[in-house]
Nanobody
């Protein structure tokens, strides 16, 4: 069983930065595809970024258009942790951010709140 715990959310002014972390336990996730999603009030959960493992220890990243150039997804396999560096934050980035891990099943964390004030 995989457990994911997000942290690093908070209140920040527009233009500021935050780094989210997603700590995994229960299994080593180096070969899992992992990602970040977010859900704003009254809206559906949406894709933010993912990091995909390929054979040969190569990872590929992909981003939603709305965050491309501002957010960076990364992972530290030694720490079994996924990160999301968020720069140039905008009020529309306000949401609960969730990480997930995908192998034969999909695992989700409980989410961390990010609030960007204008």
């Amino acid at each position: 069983q995989v457990q994911l715990v997000e942290s690093g959310g908070g209140l920040v002014q527009a233009g500021g930065s935050l780094r989210l972390s997603c700590a995994a336990s229960g299994r080593t996730l180096s070969t899992y595809n992992m990602g970040w999603f977010r859900q704003a009030p009254g809206k559906e959960r949406e894709f933010v970024a993912r990091i995909t493992w390929t054979n040969g220890n190569t990872y590929y990243t992909a981003y939603a258009d709305s965050v491309k150039g501002r957010f960076t997804i990364s992972r530290d396999n030694a720490k079994n942790t996924l990160y999301l560096q968020m720069n140039s934050l905008k009020p529309e980035d306000t949401a609960v951010y969730f990480c997930n891990a995908v192998d034969t099943r999909v695992y989700w964390g409980q989410g961390t709140q990010v609030t960007v004030s204008s």
